[in-house]
């Protein structure tokens, strides 16, 4: 879940070296295990309804171990020069994955409104698509916000897959889970409304947009 708010460059934007490495590597290796485990985590929160506090626990620390092969993988990728097309297109997915099982798995339990989630899907989703729409202009880099985002989201996450209910002062560790997930909704849209309004922009004043003006002048005069 942090590729979108990693402070160095964005591994979809850096170019596949020349001849490129093979996809068997072990960043890859780490995301494709980032996406065996999101099952795993969704069978852990999901067991016995949610309501068993040994499972939610352990859902807990596939949650942190998970998100924690992201930052891996990619710092793993740019130090030894292991970018590849697989890891490019494998690797948002596996962060997208995982980050839509907490959300839908939270939900399916009662635990989130279902609005939340679909809030944060769309967004989600919407600025994957909205990327490949743009890719052509050119590439929108990480922001800050999407680091932001990225933290809360992951924070608020743990605190509601925990099982909060079985901790002593629960009604102030459930406040506080409300707090960072209600501030991670707003970071989210947010940073989704400005990454469009930035997309938009560069699509309207790229090289390629001002090419085809040109080619439109053109065919007028």
Request: net charge positive; proline share 6%; with cysteine.
């Amino acid at each position: 879940m942090l590729s979108e708010s990693a402070p160095h460059p964005d591994p979809a934007a850096t170019p596949v070296p020349t001849p490129a490495p093979s996809p068997w590597n072990l960043p890859n290796a780490l995301t494709v295990a980032r996406i065996l485990l999101v099952p795993v985590y969704g069978w852990l929160l999901l067991f016995d309804g949610g309501a068993h506090v040994g499972m939610r626990w352990w859902a807990a620390a596939v949650l942190c171990i998970a998100t924690a092969t992201d930052r891996v993988d990619g710092d793993l990728a740019r130090r030894r020069g292991l970018i590849t097309n697989f890891g490019k297109i494998a690797d948002p997915i596996a962060d997208k994955t995982l980050m839509g099982m907490a959300f839908v798995g939270l939900s399916v339990l009662g635990d989130l409104p279902w609005w939340v989630t679909i809030v944060v899907l769309v967004r989600e989703w919407g600025v994957t698509v909205l990327r490949f729409w743009v890719i052509r202009h050119g590439v929108m880099p990480a922001g800050r916000g999407g680091k932001v985002k990225t933290t809360l989201q992951f924070f608020g996450l743990l605190l509601y897959t925990l099982p909060l209910w079985s901790f002593a002062g629960a009604d102030a560790w459930e406040l506080a889970a409300k707090i960072v997930l209600g501030l991670a909704v707003l970071v989210t849209v947010v940073t989704g409304i400005d990454i469009v309004v930035k997309a938009l922009r560069m699509r309207q004043n790229s090289e390629r947009t001002a090419m085809k003006r040109a080619r439109r002048a053109a065919r007028r005069g």
